[in-house]
């Protein structure tokens, strides 16, 4: 008993702890909402069915009322032919003040349930048309402001791209005057150095030139000492 | 007017995961979700809705416990439809997992031999966390009448798997 306690305890711990993927997905959801505006609108037209029938039922009870009050009038009729053709002579005021009222009746409640299921099929049909009237300006104005907004929305795009498209040419045009500064800079700097090394080569030439001759002079000083010494030399020995 | 739009924003992934859970796959999961709304339609249209987040999860739970109730009685062998979103997923110990799996597969069977009141009962109060008097307010009952429910429920959710246990043995 108490084991199977316990692995119930644990079937529920892993169906609460199970792991569910993030829901629902945005198609479920679209479909769900348009099977619900679906589902809606077939509804609503059960319930318009619906309505047809009772006002169908209601004309069938309609003339039903008509029968019955053509009864009436037949059964009122009969009595009265009835009653004058009895062999004593009817009161006519009293058989009319008798009937009168009865058919008045009749009459007032066949009238006001003809005026009443006027106005309820004139409201009912007034209410479709208002509905379906209601729908239609809904339609034209959603459309006219989708429509609208997509203009909007390519309008700013279109003026998007374009300050794209110019920032970008704003660009290549700095990175070329920059990159052409640069040029012109490497050659100046190409040139100077050039210059400077030819200055530097002339002048280096020239103080080897210069050193050369000082030297060469040099030894011409030190050379006739040298051979005085070794011609002293020898006349010594 | 209800606006469904914001009310599938708002408590959509409550249902979902009341569905996905009590149901185990995405497809069964997805029938459950829109059938969940269609019946909370329906419902709108006879009376006026006071608390959409407990009308929906009693919804989705009642659908799911339907739906399981279709699949078992459909397929008479013990599987269960894959979901290959599991494939995916790292697990680090296989045989928990598939012993896991297993218990969850034994109470959605024995949920689904469950009168219907009674699953919904015992699905809202141990996998939804509602207490006694939100589940009497859901179904139309009293609290005392829920707590006979759940302990029913209980009992023969125990039997269950006791005789599951002894088909095993």
Known sequence: MEENENKLEKAIEALKNEQIPPGPPQELADSTLAKLAETAEQTDTVQQKNRILMFEGLRTAKSLTKIAAAAVLLIAAGYATGRLSAPRSPDMEQIRAALEPEIRKNLLDETKQYMQLGLANAYVRIQDELSQQYREDLRRAVLQSVTASNAVTNELLIELIESFNEAQNQDRQRIAAALEQIESNRLRDRDELSNALATFALETEDEFMRTKQDMAQFLSYTQPEQTNRDEIGNSDK | ?169
């Open chain 2, 1 to 169: 007017m209800v606006d469904w739009q914001v009310i599938i924003e708002k408590h959509g992934p409550a249902v979902w995961q009341t569905s996905y859970r009590l149901l185990g796959n995405h497809a069964d999961a997805a029938d459950c979700f829109q059938e969940t709304f269609v019946s909370a339609l329906e419902f709108c249209r006879r009376q006026r809705v006071r608390n959409f987040s407990a009308l929906l999860t009693r919804l989705a739970t009642a659908r799911a416990i339907d739906q399981l109730r279709r699949r078992f009685r459909r397929s008479r062998c013990e599987t269960e439809p894959a979901d290959w979103a599991d494939l995916q997923s790292a697990n680090p110990s296989p045989v928990q997992r598939a012993q896991q799996k297993e218990l969850t597969h034994s109470l959605r069977k024995s949920l689904s031999k469950l009168p219907s009141q009674e699953a919904q009962a015992f699905c809202l109060r141990y996998l939804n966390d509602m207490s006694y008097r939100q589940i009497a307010n859901e179904l139309g009952i009293k609290a005392n009448a829920a707590g006979v429910l759940l302990h029913r429920a209980r009992a023969k959710l125990r039997e269950s798997f006791e005789l599951s246990v002894k088909e095993c043995k």
